[in-house]
């Protein structure tokens, strides 16, 4: 059963003004349960619109989202609902950090859930463990925190509503490499263990490329495609029309596939790539 | 949501009214609405809705617009146009304990919703038509007599025009932590009066942080760039007094001195 449906949506933002535009325009997709989504697009191609109106920060100017079967716009009044089971993390979510310790900062959104002191002091700290926190930041200012403890703080604020769903907009837009790698490998092992669903914005296809089962290319508001990573990424001249880079080892190989080299270009990490051409050299 | 609080709300276009210098804007402005509390008669009110009413339509901009201008003071229009119904003397119209409604209270009312109405939609006609920046630098140069006592006319203005420029981007702000925190469950919307202010915490403190990096990174990236005050300052485009503003202050001075004349030659009714 598919956890997420989209039924030709369309958002327009500030409808009826001189600053009308439109964000989406008929979008449709179906994400199943467990699955790891990637979702890519140049800027301002709707990528970010997308995951809010999934997540019901935004309601649609048209069409209708599911979640699981049920349209989340069914009662407006119960969209909190929505909302818990679809975890948002947004770009640079250090920013919302606002309470006096990392721990009530992280226990916000159980809180509002409405849940017993006993099971959120449990998802908190199970939280924290998951990205990477240590216990003794716990109880210091999250203002004290470095920019990427405090990005873990923040996306640990949203894991711990324990969300079916979770969406994570740009996580490691301005972290440094070894950042962001432990970063995405945290969310990965998160998604692993829980089985949860997880969409994943970003415009690095490095980041999704290792990742993803399947990706979501937008394209001017549009859908251009969804399909498993290897499929999107042996597209790769026409994700480069689209102003979007595949990752620089695909890249690679397609290069030595055109020059003559009988290598599979559909590989997405640089260990896949040694493989690819060792078999390929010792074949010969 | 946030989004449709029209502050800042200059609306670009290529009508007369937007080509005219801030500085003229300004200065009309102010004397329109001294003009139309000087009215003192029908005739002259006429003739200053009828000015204001084409000045309104010069600027292509839809009236609605300024109608909307006016909801926000709509309640302030209602309880002066009553109060002012039964305050005045003159014939007695209608009776009732206390209360009595005469023919110069029934002018004063109408006087007071016109004049105010005006006010509204003449200011809206500045806002309207003259971006924050233009304004900001018609104010600075207005106001720059004003240095002779010592007043910082140039810091005043950046101040607003820095304020001004902000303003969209704090509301941007204010938007993506509103909808951070909904994300988390925040509730807004509901709740008494305590809840709901209680409720803004987790909004307001983020905004207060990320205030105060702005301001400093902005105080950095100007004195990176040697900014130091206004002194031996210049403008790259130095906007002069032309044509289309003395022929807006020549009709308006003309429409002022119909004011005073038709205030003069018919009688008065207030």
Redesign the interface.
């Known amino acids: 059963m598919s956890v997420i449906r989209a039924e030709n949506i369309s958002f327009v933002?500030?409808p009826g003004t001189?600053f009308e535009k439109t964000a989406l325009d008929d979008v449709s997709f179906e994400i199943e349960e467990g699955e790891f989504v990637g979702i890519i697009g140049h800027t301002g191609s709707g990528k970010s619109t997308l995951v809010?109106l999934v997540?019901g920060?935004l309601r649609p100017t048209k069409g209708r989202i599911f979640l699981e079967d049920k349209d989340i716009w069914e009662k407006p009044k119960k969209i909190?609902n929505v909302?818990?089971r679809v975890?948002?993390v947004?770009q640079y979510?250090e920013?919302?950090?606002?309470e006096e310790t990392v721990y009530k900062d992280i226990s916000?959104?159980p809180r509002?859930?409405g849940l017993e002191e006993e099971e959120i002091d449990k998802r908190v700290r199970k939280a924290a463990a998951f990205t990477g926190l240590r216990d003794e930041l716990l109880n210091v200012s999250p203002?004290d925190l470095s920019g990427g403890e405090k990005r873990r703080a923040a996306i640990a604020?949203?894991i711990a509503?324990d969300p079916d769903v979770l969406i994570l907009d740009e996580p490691t837009a301005g972290l440094d490499p070894l950042g962001r790698e432990v970063l995405l490998s945290q969310i990965n092992d998160y998604h692993k263990i829980r089985k949860n669903t997880v969409m994943l914005v970003s415009h690095s296809m490095e980041d999704i490329a290792s990742i993803a089962d399947r990706i979501l290319v937008m394209a001017k508001g549009r859908k251009y495609m969804l399909d498993s990573t290897a499929n999107v990424f042996s597209n790769g001249d026409e994700l480069e029309k689209l102003g979007l880079r595949v990752p620089q080892i695909t890249k690679i190989m397609m290069m030595l596939r055109k020059n003559g080299m009988n290598v599979d270009p559909a590989v997405l990490t640089i260990d896949q790539g040694f493989n690819e051409i060792l078999k390929c050299l010792s074949g010969k | 949501m946030v989004?449709?609080i029209t502050l800042g709300q200059f609306?670009?276009g290529t009508s007369v009214i937007h080509k005219l210098q801030a500085r003229t804007k300004i200065v009309l402005l102010i004397t329109l609405i001294v003009f139309i509390f000087l009215c003192k008669n029908f005739i002259s009110l006429l003739l200053i809705t009828l000015f204001s009413l084409s000045v309104i339509m010069m600027t292509r901009i839809s009236f609605f617009k300024y109608l909307k201008s006016l909801r926000v003071i709509l309640f302030i229009i209602i309880i002066t146009g009553l109060f002012n119904l039964f305050y005045g003397s003159g014939d007695v119209l209608w009776q009732w304990w206390q209360l009595t409604i005469t023919t110069g209270g029934v002018y004063n009312a109408l006087f007071v919703i016109v004049r105010i109405a005006l006010l509204m939609m003449v200011s809206a006609v500045l806002t309207y038509t003259t971006s924050p920046t233009d304004l900001t630098d018609g104010l600075e140069r207005l106001m720059k007599p004003l240095t002779i006592f010592h007043v910082k006319v140039h810091e005043i203005a950046m101040m607003m025009t820095i304020a001004l420029r902000f303003i969209p981007v704090l509301l941007e702000?204010t938007d993506?932590?509103m909808?951070?925190?909904?994300?988390?469950?925040?509730?807004m919307e509901s709740g008494g009066i305590i809840k709901r202010v209680k409720a803004l915490?987790?909004v307001l403190?983020?905004l207060f942080?990320?205030s105060f990096r702005r301001a400093s990174d902005l105080a950095m990236a100007m004195e990176c760039r040697c900014y130091n005050g206004g002194s031996g300052r210049t403008k790259l485009k130095v906007s002069r007094f032309g044509l289309a503003d003395l022929f807006a202050a020549v009709i308006s001075l003309s429409i002022f001195a119909g004011v005073i004349i038709l205030n003069i030659l018919f009688p008065a009714v207030l």
């Open positions: 933002y500030s001189a809010q997540n920060l909190r909302r818990f975890g948002m947004f979510p920013y919302q950090l606002f916000f959104g509002n859930m203002f604020g949203v509503m | 989004r449709d609306m670009p702000e993506k932590i909808n951070a925190q909904k994300a988390r469950g925040a509730d915490i987790p403190i983020p942080v990320s």
